[in-house]
């Protein structure tokens, strides 16, 4: 499936939903599979988009994963949910995504998360393990404790321009994210800029976090997947999470950049529905998966 010209095929169900104190748009796109239920069906997916990141971003994964139910959130201030009232900690947007499967009836879901979102993705299992099924982490590190990417470039990330002018995005895709540019018009077309508060607060979110000290104790089985020209997220930082999650393995992009997903979605859209949908014989640390990305 080309990302570049992608028109989301599965419909999915918008609401802003109001739980505990706190308002998101949330979306939810059911899968259709006539005569199958229960413990049959294949586990619904909850994603944690990237920074100033919206809904309408993460679309395509509805139409890749077409057999399964994939339910998401803008988070504050981004896309179309208000602003935060107060600031947060990534414990309590886990506490809050919880709150959600529980309002649209989910329960055990495999997670999956993308660079910042990658970060809340690995609180989430660690402070929901009986809620998680697998893990899917891409493009992302262990929060504090990471190699930082190219200073130049994290610069100009400190801004949310890149949200707010298509053109900008366009014209500074490979300075900003490396890799390959293809599908940077599709993904440019489907942006919402974030409010300046609410960009703020998910850069404040993250502040003094970090996963490293409780992977080690994570046994949930973890894919990570990294792209070897990332120039914001180094491909060593995957390596470290790898290393440490006893149950991870790890999938290197070879010419992918930050939005691996974006560029490289033919190759390694594969390479996730076989990790979701494997039985439990779960090899652990096998290092790296031998068959690599590669640019189609």
């Not at 259709?32 to 100033?52: E, V, Y």
């Not at 959130?73 to 009232?85: W, Y």
């Not at 990658?118 to 929060?143: C, E, I, V």
């Not at 800029?193 to 409780?214: N, R, V």
Request: aromatic residues 10%.
């Amino acid at each position: 499936m080309s990302t570049q010209t992608h028109t989301s095929v599965r419909h999915g169900h918008y609401e802003r939903v109001t739980l505990g104190g706190r308002t998101v748009r949330a979306a939810v796109w059911r899968a259709h599979l006539p005569g199958i239920a229960g413990k049959d069906r294949p586990r619904p997916i909850l994603f944690f988009n990237g920074i100033g990141a919206n809904i309408e971003l993460m679309a395509p994964l509805a139409d890749w994963f077409a057999d399964r139910d994939i339910i998401t959130f803008d988070m504050p201030g981004v896309g179309k949910s208000p602003n935060p009232i107060l600031p947060y900690r990534p414990w309590m947007m886990c506490a809050f995504a919880v709150e959600l499967l529980d309002y649209f009836g989910f329960g055990v879901v495999d997670v999956m998360g993308v660079s910042w979102g990658g970060a809340m993705a690995q609180q989430f299992a660690w402070q929901n393990p009986k809620r998680t099924g697998r893990l899917l982490l891409a493009a992302t590190s262990m929060g504090m404790v990471m190699v930082p990417g190219d200073p130049e470039v994290l610069m100009k990330m400190a801004s949310p321009r890149r949200y707010v002018d298509k053109d900008y995005m366009l014209a500074n895709f490979r300075t900003l994210y490396g890799g390959e540019s293809k599908g940077s018009d599709g993904h440019a077309s489907r942006l919402l800029p974030p409010s300046t508060i609410g960009y703020m607060q998910q850069l404040a979110c993250m502040m003094g976090w970090t996963s490293a000290w409780f992977l080690p104790f994570l046994q949930t089985k973890t894919l990570v997947m990294m792209g070897d020209k990332d120039r914001i997220v180094p491909e060593i930082n995957g390596r470290w999470i790898a290393s440490l999650a006893p149950n991870a393995r790890l999938h290197i992009v070879k010419g992918g950049g930050h939005l691996f997903l974006v560029s490289f979605a033919e190759t390694i859209v594969p390479v996730m529905r076989d990790f979701f949908d494997e039985g439990e014989v779960w090899h652990g640390k096998t290092g790296d998966d031998h068959g690599h990305s590669q640019a189609a």
